[in-house]
């Protein structure tokens, strides 16, 4: 399997309007913000032994929206929990920008992944006796360190979130929540985000709207986002989809229509049936 590289970034958006801000300057020669060489990762042994992710070379680009899409039990969750350092590795190596995690010993990989890894979940985790603002600055509050105001702001704006900053998460709709829960990812202005099935509680409207402030974090941030989805409208936000298949990169599709995932994700459902994902099509989050 090639390593996925450095394909021309682009800026685009799901509608192809060009987006505000063209984000493509200087990307094309930045350094990956994540990247993994031959990563393995099996669970179980003996009989029970499965492959989650079989000698995956992957680098994600800095600056970009990538989508990792695939069948249900692919290895999707385990591609993003190993790159994020929320996981050991079987073998292989993997980088978040020039730091290589599976080098870490615990303590410097818990304090890469405060400083250095933003994460949305598909259930928001937000703390309900906090305020949405103290949710945002809480990780911060906790390592002790001041969040950039000015950068605070920007993020503010950029999610149109302002006007709730005092509101408590049950105060909020889903679509607010994950969008206090995006900002909470952004604030520490980290070097990769990660989101699992970030819209997957959301009604379609407000997953639209997330995904355009995780679109926006991108083109007017300059952040860069991994996202997990089963969804093809979501991944069509992305710059480029990964399409997993058995632990396996099997595919990438740049400058992603839904129309164009969708009809990948057919094929690929068809070839997996001896997969592990005759479950049926649930995303079968962990
Ligand atoms: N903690 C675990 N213990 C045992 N098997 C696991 C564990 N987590 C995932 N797996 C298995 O690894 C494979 C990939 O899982 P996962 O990464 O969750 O897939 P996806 O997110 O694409 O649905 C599946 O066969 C799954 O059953
Ligand atoms: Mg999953």
């Given amino acids: 399997m090639p390593a996925i590289s450095e394909p021309e970034p682009s800026g685009r ?15 094309a020669t930045a350094p990956a913000a994540a990247r993994a060489e031959r990563l393995t990762k099996a669970y179980g042994a003996g009989d029970t032994r499965v492959v989650a992710l079989d000698t995956v070379d992957v680098e994600i680009g800095r600056g970009r929206f990538t989508a990792i899409m695939g069948p249900s039990g692919s290895g999707k969750s385990t591609l993003m929990h190993c790159l994020a ?76 979130i302002g006007d709730r900053l005092r509101h408590r998460p049950s105060e909020l709709s889903g679509g607010q929540q994950q969008r206090v829960a995006v900002a909470r990812a952004l604030a520490s202005r980290p070097e990769i985000i990660f989101a699992d ?6 009604d379609s409207r407000s997953g639209a709207e997330v995904l355009g ?10 952040q860069t986002v991994v996202m997990v989805t089963h969804d093809p409208v979501a991944a069509s936000y992305a710059d480029i ?46």
């Fill in 85 to 160: 350092g929320l996981d050991t590795v079987t073998s292989g190596r993997i980088w978040i920008g020039d730091t290589e995690i599976t080098a870490l010993g615990e303590r410097q990989l818990t304090r890469l992944r405060r400083d250095s890894v933003g994460f949305v979940f598909q259930a928001f985790n937000l703390l309900p006796t906090l305020s949405a603002e103290e949710n945002i600055t809480l990780p911060a509050d906790i390592a002790g360190r001041r969040t950039d105001p000015d950068w605070l702001k920007r993020v503010i704006e950029t999610l149109g």
């Fill in 13 to 27: 958006t799901p509608s192809g309007t060009p987006s505000p801000g063209s984000p493509a300057s200087g990307h």
């Fill in 213 to 222: 402030f995780l679109r926006g974090s991108v083109d007017e941030l300059a």
């Fill in 197 to 202: 099935e970030p819209t997957g509680n959301l």
């Fill in 241 to 286: 989809v990964l399409f997993l298949a058995d632990g396996r990169i099997v595919e990438q599709l740049t400058a992603p229509t839904a129309d164009a995932v969708l009809e990948r994700m057919g094929r690929l459902d068809g070839q997996s049936v001896d997969g592990p994902s005759i479950d049926g099509r649930s995303s079968g989050n962990r």
